[in-house]
């Protein structure tokens, strides 16, 4: 009897599983390239079906699947998929030091010879150029870092939007006595404090591009005043984040500003679509410098997209890349890339959401740099995070958060 | 005997009033679970622990428009249960060998066969993806078939093996000196005897087996091919900022595996009744 | 009449062989699929190089960078400690609640024995998404804040999860509450296995729930408790989901609960954050060891519990 069951669902079973396969191979029988994308971007899947459909009218033969993977587990997948030979054929690479090393790996096809690549600034190019030259990807959108703020809470409370750090923490202040939570962020999830607050408000502090290098080289020290006083800030701001802020994740911090229960969020121009339809007016600025200080931008290098050496289709793969770089391309590509993501071609663009503009706009007469430690100091990435989070928690000072800096920093083989 | 009865009493209500705090610890998560998967986007979090002013069926209806959710159903159900099936019978097979035969082979074969359960697999996942990849199997549901057996394997011979130890020598040496064949013993005299085991480890490794997402992560990613836990993962990411819809999600995901054990915890507790009526 | 008598020796002692026959095709499946793969990859723990093209033998490097690397050592020696702990709380109060749970479910005259089993095993079916999901949204002062305060428990909204001080003990009870359905099931099937006229005895007798309970019980089922150590041994301390969901991969705040899983993956499989460039090598190196702490631990006491038979 019991046999009877078993075989009858072990059959039960296999024809379930053979229409499946029937249904497969159907599929293949019409003649067309298709290609697969990897990605870490998974919140993008509609925004991307919808370029690639675009593109299909310009390759008609060719389909290009979009196959995310959630960010938490892109890097470690990608790779395994990579060194076994089973990655996709087109794929997002990430700037400098990932993104070179699985290059120099032989997984990225060497991209330099697309020609659209002179569409785009040298600087632009830089974050996925290898050392040897050669671009390893076409980039593809950039992103920017500022504060969000709800226009109503300032309107009640009387704050126009400052400009200084001072007035910054003198809005803060003045929101707090009203009862309101003057900022969003928490740190639970540990990346967000630093990569949207305190890498996006260190170029206030030490500048562009050219200061940057000077770190980098060891010229300057990383406990310097200017770091001090960067950390300082960050001292100075936790106690109007949130209370109990230390297990405030990412997302709660969206949503405390969406509804309403804090004033403003530091946050980076991704998240610019989703605060589409909340009840309140809400605007961006940018994260200001102290007194002094001239105002600078962290405006980061984050997506580009490069192919498989091993694909199979290496010209229809090539052909995309090509496209993305023709301004016809990046121009359909900005239409529907979510909004929040820039375009990184040398021509102009127009951009649809208000907000979105007033993100881009925020870099007009500024100085703009990438993220601190990406081009160079990315091992300084967890000593940096672990350094803010102490300060902001109260465990160590400033000065003490800025020599542990430096130590990393020392104890880092360049 | 009255004061013996009311003690008893007294022991029953202290019992139950244990579970029941038990049960709030576990129910009211799951109630926060499923009342806020029928709220809109961002009412949860103006007042997350209360009831929805109004049921929003929206969540849902977008989860099954989205997604091939009864494929990823499909794939989920046909890969554990064949999964299940392989790895109890080879793992019971096995363990029945291993507790009667008593010598020291049996013993370092019996480690060897457990020491599986002691390394985290994630590490061998290159050798596993050129092994299935030479196969052929991958972005199919084959691929997982044989990996999720392998790790049941020593679990189940573990498990297996202590609880065939533990039947008394007594009801297997009748039949052996009736020379009743070695595998008659095993089905008709160790199974029936094991049953609650044999449901202890299915159970065991339906949990594991039904939320590894790991696998299905790096071996499948065709929709059709796609198990429930990627399928709705992949949402889980789509549906970042959208809490309410992560949410019915989740619930979603949830269900098919109780349903699972729930009609395999009750062949537990008949198996064990039957077998305490014979004992 | 002979054919029958040499049948019968051969099924009071059959050779080695024949019990062979049993075990190849689970020998076959873990060999191919578990076994080589694992031994191949651990084999890793004396290479370098962070893929195929680049690899290269260094002998125990790796093991040594493990203990002597300033940064390494301090977060290795960290995961370490938070794995013990985490397992002793996970094997006092989840092992503890959960023969307390079957005691209480197999008493005969209970009523409501199926429901209560039956919820606890629901959180076990939970994805760890789930489970992080929601115990992130319930311990949470921003969110659960109002509400505590509204029924006068406001004190116990605090960032519990989010403090270094009770990140790990309450991460660790978080994994208890969705485990607990396991330990319990076992321990359900073995109390149900002991012989009734044992206990009927123990109740003529005269004796108290508690004696019955450490004098015939717990002696009974020895053996499942000593499985049962033994896989909340050995699954503790290759804990990482639960990890993963509620406080990152870093074992967030400040690393404080950072277990040697979460080390593993960031190590071997992942790399840190954002630089994502693993070190196999270095992984394996830190699986090894792990797996021989473990074998040190499983061998006595697979000893002690079977070897009373």
């Known amino acids: 009897m019991k046999k009877k069951v078993f075989f009858v669902m072990l059959i039960v079973l296999l024809t379930l599983s053979t229409n499946a396969f029937a249904a497969g191979s159907s599929e293949t029988k019409m003649e067309k390239v298709t290609l697969t994308m990897g990605s870490w971007r998974a919140d993008d899947v509609d925004a991307m079906n919808n370029l690639l459909e675009a593109y299909s009218l310009v390759a008609p033969n060719v389909e290009i699947e979009f196959k995310p993977t959630n960010p938490a587990d892109y890097n470690a997948t990608l790779r395994l998929q990579l060194e076994s030979g089973t990655g996709p054929d087109l794929m997002y690479a990430r700037s400098y030091a990932p993104g070179i090393e699985l290059y120099q790996a032989g997984y990225f096809e060497n991209c330099s010879d697309i020609e659209g690549l002179s569409n785009f600034t040298k600087s632009n190019k830089a974050p996925w150029m290898a050392p040897d030259g050669n671009m390893f990807a076409v980039p593809f959108a950039a992103v920017s870092h500022g504060v969000y703020y709800n226009k109503d809470f300032f309107m009640k409370a009387g704050i126009d939007i400052p400009t200084t750090w001072e007035d910054f923490l003198m809005a803060c202040k003045k929101l707090q006595d009203m009862g309101i939570t003057p900022l969003a962020n928490g740190l639970a999830d540990e990346w967000d404090i630093l990569e949207t607050f305190f890498l996006g408000a260190l170029p206030n502090y030490i500048g562009g591009a050219n200061q940057r290098v000077k770190y980098e080289t060891g010229e300057m020290k990383l406990n310097d005043e200017k770091f001090i006083k960067a950390f300082t800030a960050m001292r100075d701001v936790a106690k109007y984040c949130p209370k109990g802020f230390e297990s405030v994740t990412y997302n709660d911090s969206q949503a405390l500003f969406a509804t309403a229960k804090a004033a403003m969020f530091i946050d980076g121009s991704w998240s610019v679509g989703t605060y589409d339809g909340v009840g309140f007016d809400w605007g961006i600025f940018a994260i200001p410098a102290p007194k002094g200080n001239n105002t600078a931008i962290c405006f980061h290098p984050d997506m580009a997209i490069t192919m498989n050496t091993t694909t199979e289709h290496p010209e229809e793969a090539k052909a995309f890349l090509s496209w993305l770089c023709t301004v016809e391309g990046a121009t359909t590509a900005s239409k529907y890339l979510p909004a929040g993501f820039f375009p990184m071609i040398n021509a102009p663009i127009a951009i649809e959401l208000p907000q979105a503009n007033e993100f881009l706009a925020l870099n007009e007469g500024k100085e703009t740099d990438a993220r601190f430690v990406w081009p160079v100091l990315l091992a300084l990435y967890s000593p940096m995070d672990q350094a803010v989070i102490k300060v902001m928690k109260g465990e160590i000072t400033p000065t003490q958060a800025a020599n542990d800096l430096q130590k990393a920093y020392e104890n880092l083989d360049l | 005997m009255s004061n013996k009865s009311l003690k008893k009493h007294n022991r029953h209500t202290l019992y139950h009033v244990i579970m029941i705090i038990w049960c709030f610890i576990v129910l009211f998560p799951i109630y926060v679970l499923i009342i806020n998967s029928f709220k809109t986007r961002l009412s949860i979090y103006i007042n997350p622990f209360g009831l929805p002013k109004k049921f929003n069926l929206s969540n849902y209806t977008t989860i099954f428009k989205d997604s091939s959710f009864l494929i990823y159903f499909k794939n989920s159900f046909v890969v554990v249960i064949l999964s299940l099936l392989l790895m109890i019978i080879f793992s019971s097979l096995a363990a029945y060998a291993l507790a009667f035969w008593r010598k020291k082979q049996a013993r370092l074969l019996f480690f060897f066969l457990i020491a599986g359960m002691m390394l985290p697999i994630k590490i061998a996942s290159i050798r596993i993806l050129e092994i299935m990849k030479f196969l052929n199997l991958l972005n199919t549901i084959w691929s997982l078939i044989p990996i999720y057996v392998a790790m049941g394997i020593p679990i189940g011979i573990f498990v297996l093996t202590e609880f065939i130890r533990e039947i008394p020598l007594e009801l297997t040496q009748a039949a052996i000196i009736d020379g009743a064949p070695r595998f008659k013993i095993f089905t008709l005299i160790i199974t029936p005897l094991i049953k609650p085991a044999l449901s202890t480890v299915a159970i065991y490794n339906l949990v594991p087996y039904w939320n590894d997402l790991w696998f299905p992560l790096i071996f499948i990613s065709d929709e059709e091919s796609k198990t429930l836990l990627l399928g709705v993962t992949r949402l889980f990411g789509q549906y970042q900022t959208d809490w309410s819809k992560v949410l019915a999600v989740l619930t979603l995901s949830a269900i098919p595996v109780l349903a699972l054990y729930l009609s395999m915890s009750k062949q537990f507790i008949e198996g064990v009744t039957a077998g305490a009526v014979k004992g | ?309």
């Open chain 3, 1 to 309: 009449m002979k054919l029958n008598k040499q049948n019968k020796h051969l099924s009071v002692e059959p050779s080695g062989w024949y019990w062979l026959l049993y075990i190849i095709p689970a020998l076959l499946i873990y060999i191919i699929f578990m076994a080589y793969p694992l031994l191949d990859s651990l084999r890793l723990s004396f290479y370098t190089g962070s893929n195929s093209s680049n690899r290269e033998f260094i002998g125990f490097l790796n093991f040594k960078k493990l203990f002597t690397d300033e940064t390494l050592s301090v977060r290795y020696k960290g995961a370490f400690s938070h794995t013990i702990i985490f397992f002793l709380i996970n094997m006092v109060f989840q092992n503890g609640l959960g023969i307390l749970f079957a005691v209480i479910i197999t008493t005969r005259t209970m009523k409501a024995k199926s429901f209560y089993q039956t919820v606890i095993f629901i959180p076990t079916t939970f994805a760890v998404l789930v489970t992080g999901y929601l115990w992130k949204l319930l311990l949470n002062p921003i969110w659960a804040g109002d509400t505590l305060s509204k029924i006068g428990l406001g004190f116990l909204a605090r960032p519990w999860l989010g403090t270094k001080s009770t990140a790990l003990v309450v991460v660790s009870l978080i994994s208890c509450w969705q485990w607990m359905g396991i330990p319990t099931m076992m321990f359900i099937a073995a109390l149900k296995n002991i012989p009734k006229d044992c206990l009927e005895v123990a109740s003529i007798e005269g004796a108290t729930a508690w004696q019955t309970f450490t004098k015939i019980k717990v002696p009974l089922i020895k053996p499942v408790i000593g499985m049962v150590t033994i896989l909340t041994f050995v699954n503790n301390f290759n804990a990482f989901d639960i990890i993963f969901a509620t406080e990152t991969v870093n074992g967030a705040p400040n690393y404080a609960t950072d277990l040697l899983g979460t080390f593993f993956y960031r190590i071997g499989i992942a790399g840190e954050h954002p630089i994502a460039i693993a070190d196999p090598g270095l992984g394996a190196a830190v699986a090894t060891i792990t797996f021989i702490v473990l074998l040190l631990g499983v061998i006595p006491m697979l000893r002690y519990t079977s070897g009373d038979n």
